[in-house]
């Protein structure tokens, strides 16, 4: 049976997901692996964690990227944009996984590895397959998937955690972070808070089981 492997915000933890692909390999040929978001920021080793990510999709053909709030938000620093409020949000830390001091932020794109911005550039929305829908924060009830803004995908909480809609399929999230994943019938939340010392979480499907690695509390 081909599986699912769902993994939920990493911050930085580039340890603890070391850890957790350890426990998932070796992958079946068809097997998935889909990334939540939020790679960057607030821990100590983003660049480290792309690097991990780019190593295991040059090495399985099926692995799904998609962008959290914290990547969007670097993107428009790079761009120039909220620069300020990136650093605010972490953003420091992952500058200093890349030997950037922050008074250099206006050089991210001429410092950052290029095939860190091709990374960061070509990071989805959200994907779909045949049984769930997968996005960092949520969904818009009501608003048909293609025509969902960044303000839900990437930074919705309560309105999309309370919602009881019907989005069609059960959604997949991070974002919000919990002490274990969120069930409910509509939906499941799998940030576990890796980078406040709690665990780093990946959800398996079918069967909704869990897989989970934990290490110290990484100082922010």
């Known amino acids: 049976m081909n599986r699912t492997y769902v ?10 997901l070391s850890q957790l692909l350890a426990k998932i390999m070796p992958l079946a040929k068809d097997d998935t692996v889909i990334f939540i978001g939020d790679y960057v920021d607030r821990g100590a080793d983003s660049k480290g964690v792309i690097d991990i990510v780019l190593k295991l999709r040059a090495e399985h053909h099926r692995v799904i990227t998609l962008m959290g709030n914290h990547e969007f938000m670097l ?95 059960k959604v997949i999230y991070g974002h919000t972070p919990y002490d274990t994943p969120k069930m409910d019938d509509n939906k499941i939340g799998i940030d576990t808070g890796a980078v406040y010392g709690n665990t780093l979480t990946c959800l398996v499907l079918p069967g909704e089981t869990f897989i989970a690695t934990k290490i110290k509390k990484i100082k922010t």
């Open 7 to 16: 993994i939920g915000d990493i911050h930085g933890c580039s340890e603890a």
């Open 75 to 169: 993107l428009g620093a790079i761009k120039g944009d909220g620069q300020n409020e990136f650093l605010k949000m972490g953003g420091d830390a992952t500058l200093k996984s890349y030997d950037i001091p922050p008074e250099s932020i206006n050089e991210l794109a001429a410092r950052l590895p290029r095939n860190h911005l091709v990374f960061l550039d070509d990071l989805l929305p959200y994907w779909e397959d045949e049984d769930h829908i997968y996005v960092h924060a949520g969904l818009q009830p009501g608003v048909h998937l293609t025509q969902q803004s960044p303000d839900w995908l990437f930074w919705s909480r309560e309105a999309f955690i309370h919602s009881t809609y019907d989005f069609g399929k």
